[in-house]
């Protein structure tokens, strides 16, 4: 998996944004669709009900297959239980993999930040403490699972479909070099 020359970027019409939670994939997919005036789906409200129960596993993919059908989109999700479905659909896959210390404090101040402000999210949902501190837990138990199995995983999908972000700056340096084909 490598960083790509921005010339290699200028016309993926599906992009799918992985990484640990709380890292930062939909603000990373929102702004590679604003550069390549793509839709951006939000793919959060897809798993969870308003009262913060797990949607029907059956739901949740007949939700993303309508999805990845169509012709351009950006993802911000992992997918693992809908993996077969999603990576191989994306023209690109960008993974921010980033230090765990910069994974969890991420994911600290956005899910402390949440509760603290009482902002609601997704659907409208509030976060809880309870609630917050299980994110934070989850994010840094996942990292290292992470870490470890999707290079094969994005190996077995084309090392030229797949970019590997390890830093605020190289996400930076990357996200300059993403641009819209003048078609």
Do not use: C
């Amino acid at each position: 998996m490598t960083t790509k020359d921005s010339h290699q970027l200028r016309s993926p019409r599906r992009v799918l944004v992985i990484g640990t939670s709380g890292l930062g994939k939909s603000t990373l997919a929102a702004r590679i669709a604003e550069r390549l005036s793509i839709p951006f789906v939000a793919t959060d409200e897809m798993y969870w009900t308003s009262n913060w129960q797990l949607v029907d596993e059956k739901i949740v993919e007949r939700r993303i297959a309508a999805v990845v059908q169509d012709s351009a989109w950006v993802l911000d999700g992992n997918f693992d239980r809908e993996r077969a479905i999603v990576w191989p659909a994306a023209d690109l896959i960008v993974w921010l993999d980033l230090p765990l210390a910069t994974t969890v404090r991420r994911v600290a101040v956005r899910n402390l930040g949440w509760w603290l402000s009482r902002s609601p999210i997704w659907g409208g949902k509030r976060v809880t403490l309870a609630r917050a501190l299980s994110g934070i837990r989850h994010s840094a138990r996942s990292h290292a699972g992470k870490r470890r199995t999707y290079p094969d995983a994005l190996a077995a999908q084309g090392a030229d479909r797949v970019v590997m972000l390890r830093s605020a700056a190289m996400v930076e340096a990357w996200l300059a070099g993403v641009k819209r084909d003048a078609r």
